[in-house]
C-alpha cells in the first residue's frame, strides 16, 4: 500500500493551459505539504495544510492553488502555465503534534511537469 | 529563515569504503531529517533526528542540537547508495522543512 501517492506522476503540457496535480495520504496524518524540485534539485516548500487548513504559503505565485477536501487530500491546482513551472513537484504528510513539533515528513514519488 | 549546508557537494566513492556527510544548520531546529533521493527521483526517509544518534543497518545519523549540526554515516558503501543525500530541518514549529543543496553520492563498483 502507498503511503502518499501522486498523480499523474508525469505531466506535459502547452504553455497557458491549467492542470491539477493530486495527492492523497493513507497515513492518518493531520498535515500535507506541496514542495517543488527545481532542475538543480533544489527542493523548496511551497504550501502546507493542517486539517484542511492553510498553514504555510510561501511566496508562491498566485497561479498555484492548493485544495484540500479532506485531510487526507491536497491537491495542486496551476493555472496559466509558463516555461518555468517545469519541475518535480512532491505532496509530502506527517502528524504534527502538540506544541507544533512536527514529526517525519513522509514524501510521495513526484510528478515531474514539463511546460513547452 | 535558516540556512541549511551541506558538505561535501559531491562525493565518490568505491564500493565498500565509509563516508561521512555534514549538515549545518544557520540556526537551531525541532525537526531534522536526513533523505536519499534514489537515481529514479525517489525521496526516501533515512532518519528523523532532532538530537542524538541513531542507526540503521549501514547508515547512522547524530545530531548535535547544541552545535547545530548533523552528521550522516554510510560504511561499506554499496552502488545502491548513489543518489543526493538531503538533509532538512524545521526550526518554526510549522512542519516547513528547510532543505540543504544536497550531496551528490556516486559509488562505483
Known amino acids: 500500500d502507498t503511503a502518499v501517492s501522486q498523480t499523474p506522476k508525469y505531466l506535459v503540457t502547452q504553455m497557458g493551459n491549467d492542470k491539477s496535480i493530486k495527492c492523497e495520504q493513507n497515513l492518518g496524518h493531520d498535515t500535507m505539504y506541496w514542495y517543488k524540485q527545481d532542475s538543480k534539485k533544489f527542493l523548496k516548500i511551497m504550501f502546507s495544510?493542517?486539517?484542511?487548513?492553510?498553514?504555510i504559503n510561501e511566496t508562491v505565485p498566485n497561479r498555484f492553488s492548493p485544495k484540500s477536501p479532506d485531510k487526507a487530500h491536497l491537491n495542486l491546482h496551476i493555472n496559466s502555465l509558463e516555461l518555468g513551472d517545469s519541475a518535480v513537484y512532491f505532496c509530502?504528510?506527517?502528524?504534527?503534534?502538540?506544541?507544533?513539533?512536527?514529526?517525519?515528513?513522509?514524501f510521495g514519488p513526484g510528478t515531474r511537469l514539463l511546460v513547452l | 529563515g535558516i540556512q541549511v549546508e551541506q558538505s561535501p557537494p559531491d562525493l565518490i566513492l568505491q564500493e565498500g569504503a565509509n563516508s561521512t556527510l555534514r549538515c549545518n544548520f544557520s540556526d537551531s531546529v525541532n525537526n531534522l531529517q536526513w533523505f536519499h533521493q534514489n537515481p529514479w527521483g525517489q525521496l526516501i526517509n533515512l532518519f528523523y533526528?532532532?538530537?542524538g544518534t541513531k542507526q540503521n543497518g549501514r547508515l547512522s545519523a547524530t545530531t548535535v542540537a547544541t552545535e547545530r549540526y548533523s552528521l550522516l554515516y554510510i560504511s561499506s558503501s554499496q552502488t545502491t547508495d548513489s543518489g543526493v543525500y538531503f538533509c532538512a530541518g524545521d526550526s518554526s514549529n510549522t512542519g516547513k522543512l528547510i532543505f540543504g543543496q544536497g550531496t551528490t553520492l556516486q559509488v562505483k563498483p
Open positions: 533526528i532532532p538530537s
Open positions: 509530502a504528510s506527517s502528524q504534527v503534534l502538540a506544541g507544533g513539533h512536527g514529526e517525519t515528513q513522509y
Open positions: 495544510y493542517n486539517n484542511k487548513e492553510l498553514i
